[in-house]
């Protein structure tokens, strides 16, 4: 069975960072992409970033370019999202994701996904 398992989430102050882990078990994931999607009470869920399995190429929503960063560790089967200059408007409720292909259909509206993982909450305050 496959499992993604999110960690890392909590309440920060706007500037602050937080990262966010995701363990991924139950297959191997090469010619996957993985990552991150969330959604803020009332909205849609929306793509925030992703990377490819295999090369590690990346993706990531205009709002966050510049301070979010996604990584990846193969031997461990996690991914990473640092997230830093954190803003009011990151509040959301944030979840792992992974598709097999080699295209980001995470960035889909709405985002197109074999397995989400159950979701960690982040809270921005002002």
């Known amino acids: 069975q496959v499992q993604l398992v999110e960690s890392g989430g909590g309440l920060v102050q706007a500037g602050g960072s937080l990262r966010l882990s995701c363990a991924a078990s139950?297959?191997?994931?090469?010619?996957?992409?993985m990552g991150w999607c969330r959604q803020a009470p009332g909205k849609e869920r929306e793509f925030v970033a992703a990377?490819?399995?295999?090369?590690?190429?990346?993706y990531y929503t205009d709002s966050v370019k510049g301070r979010f960063t996604i990584s990846r560790d193969n031997a461990k089967n996690t991914v990473y999202l640092q997230m830093n200059s954190l803003k009011p408007d990151d509040t959301a409720v944030y979840y792992c994701?992974?598709?097999?292909?080699?295209?980001?259909?995470?960035?889909?509206?709405?985002?197109?996904?074999?397995?989400w993982g159950k979701g960690t909450l982040v809270t921005v305050s002002s």
């Open positions: 994701a992974a598709k097999a292909g080699l295209l980001n259909m995470l960035q889909n509206t709405p985002p197109s996904v074999d397995y």
């Open positions: 139950g297959r191997t994931f090469n010619g996957y992409m």
């Open positions: 990377i490819s399995w295999g090369v590690g190429r990346t």
